[in-house]
């Protein structure tokens, strides 16, 4: 499924079901990832009932970029998401940069979510200087 958000397309997978309004989960990967971790993720908890939606972060996957350069410009572009999405609330899981891509929404807009789950975070989330170039390359060895 495709969005256009901010004038760029952004893809989302969504397990080949089309949205209808039932508890709407948002899947936010990690850095230099895209949606495809989450695609075992994605059919269960469609499966389940929910509506997911697990997004190519802005310059990941098949989303046009630029990236956002900070945690906060990423959390702006998913509320921006949520809004092209018609998603008033939803429960956001995030992955590493994507828990951090979370929390910051949810510390701004706690209306807008409803739960969140926060997989693979700390504290402190140094990274690598070996996969920040690969991500800044586009690199499949950042996977």
């Known amino acids: 499924m495709e969005f256009v958000v901010d004038g760029r397309r952004v893809h989302v997978g969504t397990a080949g079901r089309e949205p ?5 989960m948002v899947l936010v990967h990690g850095a230099g990832m895209d949606r495809t971790v989450w695609q075992f993720q994605t059919r269960a908890l469609a499966a389940a009932g929910h509506d997911v939606y697990a997004v190519d972060l802005p310059g990941h996957g098949l989303s046009e970029g630029p990236a956002p350069t900070t945690i906060g410009g990423y959390a702006d572009w998913l509320v921006a998401f949520l809004e092209v ?10 992955h590493s940069m994507g828990a951090l891509v979370a929390l910051d929404v949810a510390g701004r807009w706690p209306d807008r979510i409803s739960a969140l789950v926060l997989v693979g975070v700390a504290a402190r989330m140094p990274v690598h200087p070996e996969l920040l170039a690969a991500a800044e390359g586009n690199d499949h060895l950042a996977f």
């Open 85 to 94: 999405a018609g998603l008033d609330r939803a429960i956001v899981v995030g």
């Open 20 to 24: 209808r309004g039932r508890a709407p």
